[in-house]
């Protein structure tokens, strides 16, 4: 079978990785001169510096099978146990999620009206509509917890809005929780009680990890593997189908060609997925246009371990909306992984931007960095300026399972449903997570090779 693979993110890299071991003929189309789309490793000065992805949970079996194959398993290094530590901004002040009974009482994080609050919510019905995370939680455990808890949860997963984003599409294991057992609270008792019969573990207690050398080390090693099966620098303009075949019309160098498959994967964002498919499924690439994508920087930070006057053991912190600060959060990397920055220094990652402030995603990098610090510098008591500082751009950085999602990827199965051997596998699909990506596309090798 000879399979073109459109995109070297890591969603076509791993679906092409499983067609090869799997015996296919595969070409990956990427438009850019090298493979990982929004992975990006780089070591400068020293700091280890990751533009997209830092780090992803270990929710399936899927990246140790790719790890293995790859002969990188001894790359994988888990989070500090003090990550567990993660806190969230309120009056100024970092307050630690709590991780317990005890803490949940003594914690300033919300108020005694707000805990209250979260006592009725085994009384709460179900929705009767497609609901916004933001309803779902105000309505199940009350509007302190959405701003203190959920809109920084949201930052920090999609650089989201949650009053845009679907419970149902972006975070279906807690719209799952209300369906299945009619509450969160029961769902979390159940569902333990249930996971503990089965000998599962739940997708939230997934250990996180990273590699050694940057997350980068995953697509460079599928790509060194698959060697010239990817062709970089082919930007795909179109795909067509007549019969059993798809043709696939690109540009390299300048120059336009256009070669027949028996299937193709479709691994690119949802914005160039729709301008591909255009004059071949209309309707599918106007579905797929409604999308979005919003800007975010991504600024890494390093100081002198003693410019910084807080503990530093711990993920990092998150911000609320209502806090009114530039950033989305900042990720304290070198508390987390070894290794992100020289001897006596620190390294931070922050998030500028996404749905909640685009404009700042826009700013000219020197500026995206000021923000940073000087944002940072007055949430953990920084003095001085950064040793370090590196700046990367997303301009349309994570899709959005806004209201509707479920709808567009019902026409997504309908067309794959229709042109048996056409499969979407990218981030849009089936969870943003890296972790996600490379079982999707395990999951999509597979349904090609039966
Ligand atoms: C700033 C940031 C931080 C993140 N942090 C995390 C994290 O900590 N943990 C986590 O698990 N996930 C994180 N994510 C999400 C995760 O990185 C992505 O969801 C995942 O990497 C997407 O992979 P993909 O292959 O589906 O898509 P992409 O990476 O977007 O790859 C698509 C590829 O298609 C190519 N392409 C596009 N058009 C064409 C064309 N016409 N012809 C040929 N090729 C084309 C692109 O160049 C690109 O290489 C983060 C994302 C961002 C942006």
């Known amino acids: 079978m000879k399979i073109a693979v459109i995109g070297a993110g890591i969603s076509g890299l791993s679906a092409a990785h499983f067609l090869k071991k799997g015996g296919a003929a595969v070409t990956v189309f990427e438009r850019h001169s090298a493979p990982g789309g929004t992975i990006g490793t780089k070591v400068v000065d020293g700091y280890l510096v990751e533009g997209g992805p830092n780090s992803t949970s270990e929710t399936n079996f899927v990246i140790d099978e790719l790890l293995s194959d790859l002969s990188i398993g001894d790359e994988k290094v888990y989070a500090d146990e003090a990550s567990k530590h993660r806190f969230i901004l309120r009056n100024g002040k970092l307050h630690a999620l709590p991780g317990g009974p005890g803490s949940f009482i003594s914690t300033k994080l919300w108020t005694l009206g707000g805990k209250l609050r979260l006592f009725a919510e085994p009384f709460v019905g179900r929705a009767e509509y497609e609901e916004s995370i933001a309803d779902f939680v105000t309505r199940r455990l009350g509007s302190e917890f959405l701003d203190y808890a959920i809109n920084p949860f949201v930052a920090g997963v999609y650089a989201g809005s949650p009053s845009d984003l679907s419970v149902r599409a972006a975070f279906p294991k807690l719209y799952a929780l209300e369906e299945k057992y009619g509450g969160l609270l029961k769902g979390a008792v159940l569902g333990a009680r249930e996971r503990k019969k089965r000998g599962t573990r739940a997708k939230a207690s997934a250990k996180l990890f990273s590699l050694r050398s940057g997350m980068g080390v995953l697509p460079a090693t599928i790509a060194r593997e698959l060697g010239d099966a990817i062709r970089y620098g082919a930007e795909v303009g179109s795909v ?165 999602h479920l709808s567009i990827l019902d026409a997504v199965r309908h067309v794959e449903s229709l042109h048996k051997g056409f499969y979407i596998c990218c981030n849009y699909k089936d969870g943003i997570s890296v972790a996600d990506c490379i079982a999707n596309g395990k999951s999509t090798a597979e349904k090609l090779l039966a």
Do not use: C
């Open 240 to 404: 067509n189908s007549a019969g059993a075949q798809f043709t696939v019309n690109f540009t390299l160098n300048g120059k336009s060609d256009s070669y027949t498959y028996d299937a193709v994967v479709l691994s690119a964002p949802a914005f160039a997925a729709a301008a591909i498919v255009k004059s071949w499924l209309p309707e599918l690439s106007s579905e797929l246009s409604k999308i979005k994508y919003p800007p975010v920087a991504v600024a890494v930070l390093g100081y002198k371990r003693e410019q910084v006057k807080i503990d530093l053991r711990g993920f990092g912190f998150l911000v609320p909306e209502v806090e009114n600060r530039k950033i989305l959060g900042t990720i304290w990397s070198s508390s987390i992984f070894p290794a992100r920055a020289p001897e006596g220094f620190v390294e931070f990652t922050t998030f500028v931007g996404g749905s909640r402030q685009p404009k700042l995603a826009s700013l000219p990098n020197e500026e995206i960095a000021r923000v940073a610090h000087e944002e940072n510098a007055a949430l953990m008591r920084i003095s001085g300026s950064p040793a370090f500082r590196a700046v990367s751009k997303w301009d349309r950085a994570i899709p959005q399972y806004n209201i509707g």
